[in-house]
């Protein structure tokens, strides 16, 4: 399993990024995904998760209301919109998967997700 983020940069406080990570090598729609964060100087974080149809999500508190997971199956692609940012947001996105047996089933717990992306840079200018 290959996964490949896009999609970070610079933004200023209050406006909206899109990310994008892309699953190649197996079959996307046997995955739960989920996003991870990493500030300087801090520990990764939970984001967000999605299961592998979409029909279940969960958020950290510090997004809930300002982000959004979906997936397009089709696209082998999970994204990940970010609005109204703030300078908190700052830190390196990374996407994850994991094999789900459940279509319902997804996890917020770091150490579930075998298969990484490289991750993408996001700076939240105040």
């Known amino acids: 399993v290959q996964l490949q983020a896009s999609g970070g940069g610079l933004v200023q406080a209050g406006g909206s990024l899109r990310l994008a990570c892309v699953l190649s090598?197996?079959?996307?729609?046997?995955?739960?995904m989920g996003w991870f964060r990493q500030a300087p100087g801090k520990e990764r974080e939970f984001v967000a998760a999605?299961?592998?149809?979409?029909?279940?999500?969960n958020y950290a508190d510090s997004v809930k209301g300002r982000f959004t997971i979906s997936r397009d199956n089709a696209k082998n692609t999970v994204y990940l919109q970010m609005n109204t940012m703030k300078s908190d947001d700052t830190a390196v996105y990374s996407c994850a998967a994991a094999s789900s047996g459940s279509t319902r089933g997804y996890t917020t717990i770091s150490y579930n997700y075998p298969y990484w992306g490289q991750g993408t840079l996001v700076t939240v200018s105040s």
């Open positions: 999605i299961s592998r149809v979409g029909s279940m999500t």
């Open positions: 090598g197996r079959t996307f729609s046997q995955y739960a």
